[in-house]
């Protein structure tokens, strides 16, 4: 027999031995020995290791990011909008955040007493770093360890209370949680669009809800500086305003700009109260001051501190520019009066210095800099960048602080105080560890959320690129290659909003939420955290309310119908399916399409029908609308027929693997629009690549139209020239053209009678002097290949 009268009675003590347990208290299996019989301890062992999936199909946690345990029953408690708690064992700092979080969430109000409580605290001691455990019986018991567990743990209480009705209801249950990386981070450009006090105070609110810790503020940029110095009052009085903004994107052509005066910046009070407000939640603010490259702003208020010394207005165009701060001493000694200014408003231990993107182009021309390179006997312009960093590394130590700064910084050598923040993949964050170092990842691939997030139309302008919420879900800041001791110097993870295209605060909430919320729950709980499907139907069921409630401008993408392109014999099939499975879709049609004799404007179809698009249907450009009864969302699309629709594609030429959507992408008849997205591309990360179109049958092709991706800001190049090679009968034949610089769209006459035919692909071997990526191979990006 079991020795519990009921299953009740042993989930609520199962709950009090894993509080026994955070209390690492050695002696607890004797106690119970002793008050129970021997022969059921072993029973107990085995049930403390078991969740409570034993009783019961396992439920969807409400909590976001999911705890460590959450182990629940079917029973239900009210909840009154008036709660009466004991705050014996809290803080007056963390009864005053339950209250604002009770009237945030579910506008609740409270009442102390020590006469039949609803929710009790209980203090604990030696258990690992900000744990909590949150008991839920005929009462509420909250046991932790700090004043920022129990401030997490308010949060967990307060998503596990459900609005039912009119009522307040929440499932009995038991919570135990802790982190699992110590850097959990949000990072926010405030420089390319300025954001105020008040909507950074915001966004500080939605990432305490997903307990976020840290919070990296990229303060100076080329076009904008938004810190107050007291001691150089010109960076405020002329770098914090620009006199224009670059209009769309940075690719289009011929630019415009809205000739506005546009910038603001935050006083040093300003300054003091975010990170005062910061801290209440428990978030570190972490200061980025841009060195020695994106200096613009700065070098329009104190030009001398260039190389050239020449005027030049704060910058109005999105990019990588060439003026930067001189590597002489009088540039180095002014930024140590900067930060020794600046220190004080941040009490956190690590002050962000940029060190990315920072062409050597005047360095090399400059006599300053050559004279330090000689003079300390530096190799070459990279360890110049290296020799820059460390002054201030070891200045920013002497004042008790730790530098961070982009992966770049590892060029030239590391210095020996340094923490590096891996943006361009895994493999700077693998080298640092290596060398001791500490680690935040950060790659683009998984982490820049100024990146489109879904493939509709609708999506607003974004920088390009796609990183869509499955993705982000899929990061982990370990990479497998990486080993224990290297592992060890891994302080966690952050996503970075990149502002050149997130132009209001409402945009800036689209482009982070849900997506955040799926970082949080990698930097939270990585181990054991749930499958996508059951992530994704927690975050509809339970946290999009929650965001709706906040008026927190979500995206939805993710509720978009998806889409699945398959090849078919006589072309290419849409099949539709959405995450409600009685969904109904309209397929609406802008031009009436003849389908079986009959004219048809719209069709309807059930969860996972397809529909196909032949090869035959013309030229003419086919567009339609996808609309969803449930979610009542819609998408739009245009797909343009061709004789090479869904034929089959060989790489010859390997893709690089994060710009790789497949070889239909090539043959799908959509082409990829401007600003790019990472999905409609297939990327190839060298200079010479070989594709061969194998067709279903002999057939004439007139022409062959070849779509290519020119973008030099991102290193991304098109291609030189272009080479057929075909066979006719027992012939091999070749046929080679050469392009114009930056030709995006190719038109090759050909009028032969083929089954396949091999592309073959030339670009520069070396990105030209003078750009970005300069001397690295240029990418290469193609995105369909028309046959008529």
Request: with cysteine; proline share 5%; hydrophobic share 35%.
């Amino acid at each position: 027999m079991y020795p519990f009268s009921s299953k009740l009675e042993f989930i609520f003590f199962q709950s009090k031995l894993r509080v026994l347990f955070f209390s690492t208290n050695s002696r607890f299996l004797g106690i119970i020995a002793r008050s129970l019989k021997m022969k059921n301890l072993f029973f107990l062992i085995a049930l403390l290791s078991l969740n409570f999936h034993y009783y019961g199909q396992e439920k969807s946690c409400p909590i976001l990011p999911t705890p460590v345990t959450y182990q629940t029953t079917n029973e239900i408690i009210s909840i009154p909008k008036s709660i009466i708690i004991d705050t014996t064992n809290l803080s007056l700092n963390n009864f005053n955040q339950l209250k604002e979080l009770g009237k945030i969430y579910h506008n609740l109000d409270y009442t102390t007493s020590k006469e039949q409580p609803l929710i009790v605290f209980r203090k604990l001691k030696n258990v690992m770093e900000d744990s909590y455990s949150i008991n839920v019986a005929e009462n509420i018991a909250i046991s932790y360890c700090s004043e920022r567990s129990c401030y997490y743990a308010f949060h967990s209480l307060m998503q596990l209370i459900q609005q039912n009705g009119q009522e307040l209801q929440l499932n009995k249950c038991f919570v135990k949680d802790y982190p699992n990386f110590q850097w959990r981070g949000l990072h926010l450009d405030v420089a390319r669009h300025f954001f105020t006090k008040e909507e950074v105070k915001r966004f500080l609110d939605i990432m305490a809800i997903y307990k976020f810790n840290m919070f990296h503020w990229h303060l100076t940029d080329d076009q904008g500086w938004r810190i107050e110095s007291k001691k150089y009052p010109k960076l405020t009085e002329i770098g914090a305003w620009r006199d224009s903004t670059v209009n769309l994107h940075y690719s289009t052509q011929p630019r415009t700009y809205n000739k506005v005066r546009y910038g603001g910046f935050y006083t040093q009070e300003d300054v003091k109260e975010i990170v005062s407000y910061a801290a209440e939640r428990f978030i570190t603010v972490v200061p980025e001051i841009e060195m020695p490259g994106h200096a613009r702003a700065a070098l329009a208020a104190y030009p001398h501190l260039s190389c050239t010394g020449k005027s030049m207005p704060v910058e109005s165009l999105w990019g990588v520019f060439d003026d930067i701060f001189c590597a002489k001493k009088e540039s180095i000694d002014f930024l140590k009066d900067l930060l020794e200014e600046f220190i004080p408003l941040f009490p956190g231990n690590y002050f962000h210095i940029g060190g990315d993107e920072a062409p050597k182009t005047r360095w090399k021309k400059c006599a300053k800099c050559q004279e330090v390179i000689a003079t300390n006997h530096l190799k070459d312009e990279h360890e110049l960048q290296s020799y820059f960093i460390k002054q201030l590394d070891v200045f920013l130590d002497s004042k008790g602080k730790k530098l961070i700064g982009w992966d770049e910084i590892l060029e030239g050598g590391l210095s020996p105080n340094a923490a590096v923040m891996s943006w361009r993949g895994y493999e700077g964050g693998i080298e640092a560890s290596k060398l001791g170092h500490e680690v935040v990842m950060t790659p683009g691939s998984h982490c820049y959320f100024d990146h489109y997030q879904g493939k509709s139309k609708e999506e607003p302008l974004a920088i390009g690129g796609f990183t869509p919420l499955e993705k982000v879900y899929d990061f982990s800041p370990i990479h497998p290659e990486m080993n224990s001791s290297q592992t060890a110097y891994v302080l966690g993870g952050q996503a970075n909003l990149w502002t050149e295209y997130i132009d209001s605060f409402e945009k800036l909430m689209y482009m982070a939420y849900p997506r955040a919320i799926a970082l949080s729950q990698v930097l939270w709980n990585p181990t054991t955290k749930p499958s996508y499907e059951i992530f994704e139907k927690s975050l509809i069921d339970n946290q999009f309310p929650v965001l709706k409630r906040l008026n927190v401008n979500y995206s939805s993408t993710n509720l978009y119908p998806k889409v699945e392109l398959a090849a078919e014999d006589s072309g290419i099939s849409l099949k539709v399916s959405s995450k409600k499975k009685d969904d109904i879709f309209h397929l609406i049609f802008e031009k009436p399409l003849l389908i079986r004799k009959n004219k048809t404007s719209e069709l309807i179809f059930q969860n996972n029908q397809s529909f196909l698009i032949s090869r035959n249907l013309g030229s003419d450009t086919f567009n339609f609308s996808l609309h969803s009864e449930h979610f009542g969302v819609s998408q739009s699309y245009r797909v343009l027929p061709h004789i090479g629709l869904g034929e089959n594609i060989h790489f010859k030429t390997k893709p690089n693997k994060q710009y790789d959507s497949g070889k239909l992408t090539l043959v799908d008849g959509q082409t990829g629009s401007r600003p790019w997205k990472g999905h409609e591309w297939i990327g190839f990360d060298t200079c010479n690549v070989s594709i061969e179109v194998t067709l279903a049958k002999k057939i004439q092709v007139k022409e062959l139209n070849l779509s290519f991706l020119h973008e030099p800001g991102s290193w991304i190049y098109a291609p030189k020239q272009i080479t057929l090679l075909w066979k006719e009968r027992t012939k091999n034949l070749v046929t080679t053209f050469s392009l114009s610089s930056g030709q995006e769209l190719i038109s090759l006459p050909f009028n032969r009678k083929i089954k396949s035919i091999q592309i073959q692909i030339s670009n520069a071997e070396k990105i030209p002097s003078g750009n970005p990526g300069e001397g690295h191979v240029p990418w290469t990006f193609i995105d369909e290949i028309i046959l008529r």
